[in-house]
């Protein structure tokens, strides 16, 4: 199961930091992604990473503002956001997959949290 929080109300230039709990599985089994879906537009993926190791991957749109991190302890990922635009608005969804080179492809990931929703204004 995945838990996602820190969805929020924010300005444009502002930060935000999601986080996505892992319960009952270990992160360290997985690529963890993040995952976005604005109103009236199809899911894409923002940000992935392998737990083991430190490949990433970050979506164009996103790349320099955005950054995930895990935390094996917590068995937790995190989003952090930064200089955040109104582009940005949309539900943010945790995922976990497999993969050997982090990406975007949404075939790839087969666990997803509920949803956390950000606005930025």
């Known amino acids: 199961q995945l838990v996602e929080s820190g969805g929020d109300s924010v300005q444009a230039g502002g930060s935000l930091r999601l986080t996505c709990a892992a319960v009952?599985?270990?992160?360290?089994?997985?690529?963890m992604g993040w995952f976005r879906q604005a109103p009236g537009k199809e899911r894409e993926g923002v940000a992935v990473?392998?737990?083991?190791?430190?490949?990433?991957y970050y979506d164009a749109s996103v790349k320099g503002r955005f950054t995930i991190t895990t935390d094996d302890v917590k068995n937790t990922v995190y989003l952090q956001m930064s200089n955040m635009k109104p582009e940005d608005t949309a539900e943010y969804y945790c995922?976990?997959?497999?993969?050997?080179?982090?990406?975007?492809?949404?075939?790839?990931?087969?666990?997803w949290g509920q949803g956390t929703q950000v606005t930025v204004s």
């Open positions: 990473i392998r737990a083991i190791g430190t490949s990433t």
């Open positions: 995922a976990a997959g497999f993969c050997v080179v982090p990406g975007p492809d949404q075939e790839h990931f087969y666990f």
């Open positions: 009952g599985t270990t992160i360290n089994n997985y690529c």
